[in-house]
Nanobody, 123 residues
Framework: QPQIVESGGGSAQPGGSLRLSCAAS????????MGWFRQAPGKQREGVSC????????YYAVSVKGRFTISRDNVKNTVWLLMDSLKPEDTAVYYC????????????????WGQGTQVTVSS
């Protein structure tokens, strides 16, 4: 049974940093595309960043490119999302997911999801 557990969310000031982790069990994170999504109140869930299963290619949404970095540790079976230069508009519940298209992430394509972790950016 595949399981995904996110952690690392919390509060940060604008310009600050947070690192989210996505620990997987029941499958290997390097066997599937892994993605981070977020959903703010009243908005649709959006793909933030993904890493491919094949060669580690990455995708970033325009809104986070240059500020967020996705990485994968195959030994720890964990995916990370380092978020720098945080903005209030980054406030959302962040979800980790497995199994979709890394280059064009949409929620419907990803089959396994974590429970989400809240990120709040405010001064």
């Amino acid at each position: 049974q595949p399981q995904i557990v996110e952690s690392g969310g919390g509060s940060a000031q604008p310009g600050g940093s947070l690192r989210l982790s996505c620990a997987a069990s029941g499958f290997r994170v390097n066997h599937y595309a892994m993605g981070w999504f977020r959903q703010a109140p009243g908005k649709q869930r959006e793909g933030v960043s993904c890493v491919s299963d094949s060669d580690g290619s990455t995708y970033y949404a325009v809104s986070v490119k240059g500020r967020f970095t996705i990485s994968r540790d195959n030994v720890k079976n964990t995916v990370w999302l380092l978020m720098d230069s945080l903005k209030p508009e980054d406030t959302a519940v962040y979800y980790c997911a497995a199994g979709g298209r890394w280059y064009s992430p949409t929620s419907a394509d990803f089959g396994s999801w974590g429970q989400g972790t809240q990120v709040t950016v405010s001064s």
